[in-house]
């Protein structure tokens, strides 16, 4: 599975952004889709996962009602909507696969590149 996230930048602190990660290969329905973001200086944290067949949705506890998750099978996309955004929010973001709906950073297979989240304030 390659992944392939985009969709960062500069914002400022109340505004949104929407990321999207892209998927291809041969067994893209077989994974979920986690977001995952890293600030500097920090360890890398789950944001929200989201399977392709539907029946799994998480999010970190701390973003629910500002994050939402959601998917396009048809383009193979998954989005990370994210509103009313904070300085803390600032990170890189990452797409990862697994094979199970899980939260945790070791279930995850295949990793995009990170996409840069600025947030100013």
């Known amino acids: 599975v390659q992944l392939q996230a985009s969709g960062g930048g500069l914002v400022q602190a109340g505004g949104s952004l929407r990321l999207s990660c892209a998927a291809s290969?041969?067994?893209?329905?077989?994974?979920?889709i986690g977001w995952f973001r890293q600030a500097p200086g920090k360890e890398r944290e789950f944001v929200a996962g989201?399977?392709?067949?539907?029946?799994?949705?998480s999010y970190a506890d701390s973003l629910k009602g500002r994050f939402t998750i959601s998917r396009d099978n048809t383009k193979n996309t998954v989005y990370l909507q994210m509103n009313r955004l904070k300085p803390e929010d600032t990170a890189a973001y990452y797409c990862?696969?697994?094979?199970?709906?899980?939260?945790?950073?070791?279930?995850?297979?295949?990793w995009g590149q990170g996409t840069l989240v600025t947030v100013s304030s």
């Open positions: 990862a696969a697994t094979p199970y709906g899980t939260a945790y950073i070791a279930g995850y297979n295949y």
């Open positions: 989201i399977s392709w067949k539907g029946g799994w949705i």
């Open positions: 290969g041969r067994s893209v329905a077989s994974f979920a």
